[in-house]
């Protein structure tokens, strides 16, 4: 059940439309939206002296609440109820703060693609958005800043699926949502050394995805595709016409390396949501909230 979403924002030009985008949650229990506003200490603080401009983040904080204001007059309309905060700090540490303080089910957050040297060098997601992929423990939706369209995002989702104890968590977080779902694709992607006796297994593990599926009344069908996984899932999801694409963030394997380095990067995950011009809703492996604990200690 979905009751509490922590939506922060850096008042990217869609960010309300990304915000109407998750009012249809409130079919499946949406109550309240916390809205988070994070002033960057570089916008605010003098490099030489450290010395804060007390005017420039009064001036951020007023902009902000006007903002927060007529955004939650919106969501007023629907009964969902809201909240926000406004600090001056690190973002991705001020989100994992505030979602364990507001104990929210699902954060969703709009990340601005990087310039292409940039993203030669450092991946096409921006620090906030790759911290948070590292470590955070609830549902995360990752919105392209851009992304423009109004509708039930949830009604057609890709799962991406690799059978993985995270995979089956995916598809159970989606067989939650339920009331929004109407037709789920599943999709798997193969790799060239897997041998014709392995796809029959995929092919029964898939079916059988499907008919649990098919048995909430969700329909559901499944393909296999060969080749590079990221660019197979983005090809898939682009045919099929999705609104969202789902999947887990990290394996178990990945998930050990993570915990004690936190610059490494090149999951499929994160390249997904890198490329991807669609939402990605993506479920975290069973993390435990000791990561947060981490995290700010490595980002002070």
């Not at 902009?63 to 909240?83: C, P, Q, V």
């Not at 009344?217 to 999705?242: D, M, P, R």
């Not at 949501?273 to 990605?280: E, I, R």
């Amino acid at each position: 059940m979905i009751n509490k979403i922590l939506f922060p924002s850096k008042f990217y030009k869609n960010d309300f439309i990304i915000l109407k985008n998750i009012i249809p949650l409130k079919e499946v229990g949406l109550q309240e939206v916390v809205f988070l506003y994070v002033i960057e200490p570089e916008l605010v603080v003098v490099p030489k002296t450290g010395q804060l401009l007390k005017d420039e983040i009064e001036e951020l904080k007023k902009l902000a609440l006007a903002k927060f204001k007529e955004w939650s007059e919106y969501l007023e309309r629907f009964n969902i109820k809201t909240k926000f905060y406004i600090f001056v700090g690190h973002p991705a540490e001020k989100i994992l703060e505030v979602a364990e303080k507001e104990d929210v089910s699902l954060i969703t957050i709009s990340y601005k693609k990087r310039r292409k040297f940039f993203k030669f060098f450092l991946g096409g997601l921006g620090s906030t958005t790759l911290t948070l992929l590292k470590v955070v423990y609830l549902p995360i939706i990752v919105f392209p800043y851009d992304f423009a369209e109004e509708k039930n995002i949830f009604s057609d989702i890709l799962i991406a699926v690799d059978f993985s104890k995270n995979s089956e968590n995916v598809i159970n977080y989606v067989l939650n949502l339920k009331p929004l779902v109407k037709r789920v694709i599943l999709v798997y992607v193969s790799q060239e050394d897997e041998s014709t006796d392995y796809i029959e297994k995929v092919k029964s593990k898939l079916e059988e995805y499907k008919n649990i599926l098919e048995k909430k009344e969700i329909e559901a069908q499944y393909c296999i595709y060969y080749g590079k996984v990221v660019e197979k899932i983005l090809e898939a999801a682009k045919k099929h016409n999705v609104g969202l694409i789902a999947m887990g963030i990290t394996g178990k394997d990945e998930e050990e390396k993570r915990r004690f380095n936190f610059l490494f990067i090149g999951s499929t995950a994160q390249k997904v949501v890198s490329l991807s011009d669609l939402p990605v809703l993506l479920i975290p492996p069973n993390r435990e909230k000791l990561v947060l604990e981490i995290t700010c200690q490595n980002l002070k």
